[in-house]
């Protein structure tokens, strides 16, 4: 996670995991935000509280090019404006009504939601396809201490040794009710076969096993 | 609670009634629950009366009422309130059981009020696509019974009830009598003339906690009882899938946390009498 003075980007889900007309919750530092996909495949994320009476938009659902609350329809686009008010139809909805939204970015198969003003683009995973993401109930240093080296500043760590060969994305730490977790996203050499992609599902598994146990343990900071 | 002085804006609830549980399911061992973030115990004698018990086993005040116990952690001046269709000769009364939902009390009354979730909550059921519209109706709190008042709402469904086969038209009245209960007046299909009772009745467990018990008093002599409970325990399941997914759990009093429209009217005359007699239990009162 490269981070300048006027923001930065999370890579919060894999491209794969929102196709069209869905709707996901993701996780950035400020909290939970809805991130969906239009019918055109336009990536969008706005802020996970519908204004009406706030239900969760992440529980929404992607109808053409809008986002539509699950309590009373209210639908939005992706600048964040209200379109649509079902218990209104004839009403074009006051500007004002509007959901906070954030810059996203959908490159290399990846999705990454701007934290701030990031002065640059996300970085680049030039070489590297993405296999998957998981979710450690660790935090970010627990999940650096299992893998023995530290993440760069893109958030990558990439761990070659013993014939491991795995490379991790690290989305930020969140707070969740059990305690900490960190959202990971494996990635494999572009043009891998099923035995390395395989292997580094294995790999990855057993470094989400130490991080949780050492995480468990309380033996890292 | 227990031990320590509520917050004085606490208090105004503090001393209403509110259901603790089925009449028909008191038995000797008791229902543990709470009230208010009280533990309480609702028993049974010998003689099959209630018997409610507060956390350090002080006796609480206690009513049965519409097929439930009624119990206060305060000391109620009034009595509950009325619901003549009680009384009305011919109408079948059916206890629907208990739903828990992890949400304020006065959210779990706000929604049993609304109807402009119908088509999109309740799907084929109570409501659907594209007869989303909301007619304009009224709402007022009523002077002379300090109660809040919903008439002539009117909405689309596809199956009003047990008994509608097919959509029609239905027509609603909804009333507040008491903070965290609510009766709702129904077109009743059968007899043209009457109206189905149904009431929500929520016993507040905690600020972000509640037990929802609804009842109704309805005329339908076909539908079998088992069928009744199950169609409208399925509808208060849907209901708390969105109850327990609003940010905040409170429920917000002050205006600009979120934006009401014309079909909120009822909401909105809800929030103002609460917020008129401090009813605050489960609200939040300063947007964060
Ligand atoms: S809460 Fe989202 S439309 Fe009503
Ligand atoms: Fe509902």
């Known amino acids: 996670m490269r981070s300048d003075t006027t923001g930065f980007w999370t890579p919060v889900a894999l491209s794969a995991d929102i196709p069209s007309r869905t709707v996901i919750p993701a996780h950035v530092s400020a909290g939970t935000i809805a991130l969906w996909r239009s019918q055109a495949g336009q990536i969008a994320a706005s802020a996970d509280r519908c204004p009406h009476r706030g239900m969760s938009l992440s529980h929404g659902f992607v109808r053409g090019e809008a986002l539509s609350c699950i309590y009373h329809g209210w639908s939005y686009g992706m600048s964040g404006h209200c379109v649509r008010i079902p218990a209104h139809p004839g009403l074009t909805p006051p500007e004002t009504i509007r959901v906070a939204t954030h810059a996203v970015r959908d490159a290399g198969g990846v999705v990454w939601v701007a934290e701030g003003t990031p002065a640059s683009d996300p970085p680049s995973l030039d070489g590297l396809t993405p296999l998957r993401s998981l979710t450690i109930e660790a935090d970010r240093a627990a999940i650096e201490a299992a893998a023995g080296v530290p993440a760069n500043a893109d958030g990558l760590i990439e761990i070659t040794r013993d014939g491991e060969d795995l490379c991790l994305l690290l989305s930020g730490s969140q707070q969740s009710q059990t305690g900490v977790r960190t959202v990971v996203h494996v990635l494999v050499a572009t043009g891998s076969h099923a035995p390395q992609r395989i292997a580094a599902s294995r790999n990855v598994e057993r470094l989400r096993r130490m991080a949780e146990t050492a995480s468990a343990n309380g033996n890292v900071q | ?288």
């Open chain 2, 1 to 288: 609670m227990t031990g320590s002085d509520p917050a004085p804006y606490r208090q105004a609830m503090l001393d209403e009634w509110y259901p603790v549980g089925l009449v028909s399911q008191l038995d000797r061992a008791g229902r543990h629950t709470a009230l208010m973030g009280e533990p309480i115990v609702v028993a049974g004698d010998a003689d099959g009366r209630p018997i409610v018990t507060g956390g350090n086993g002080r006796i609480l005040p206690v009513k049965v009422r519409y097929g439930h116990v009624w119990s206060s952690v305060g000391a109620p001046t009034k009595d509950i309130f009325p619901i003549p269709e009680a009384d009305q000769p011919g109408r079948r009364f059916v206890d629907v059981g208990v739903v828990r939902v992890r949400c304020s009390p006065l959210r779990a009354v706000e929604n049993f009020l609304d109807i402009a979730h119908f088509p999109f909550v309740h799907t084929d059921v109570l409501g659907a696509e594209p007869h989303t519209e909301v007619l304009n109706y009224t709402a007022e709190i009523r002077p002379d019974v300090d109660e809040v008042w919903a008439t002539q709402v009117k909405f689309y469904q596809p199956q009003a009830s047990k008994s509608a086969s097919g959509g029609i038209t239905t027509e609603y009245m909804y009333r507040v009598p008491a903070p965290t209960c609510s009766v709702l007046y129904k077109t009743c299909p059968p007899r043209p003339s009457e109206w189905d009772v149904i009431t929500l009745f929520v016993q507040p467990l905690a600020e972000d906690r509640c037990d929802v018990w609804p009842w109704m008093a309805l005329f339908d002599d076909e539908t079998s009882m088992t069928d009744l409970i199950h169609f409208q325990q399925m509808i208060f399941l849907q209901d708390r899938s969105i109850l327990e997914n609003q940010i905040p759990r409170l429920l917000p009093l002050d205006p600009g946390m979120e934006i009401p429209t014309r079909a909120d009217l009822t909401s909105i005359a809800y929030r103002r009498w609460l917020k008129r007699h401090n009813f605050t239990y489960g609200a939040q009162l300063v947007a964060r």
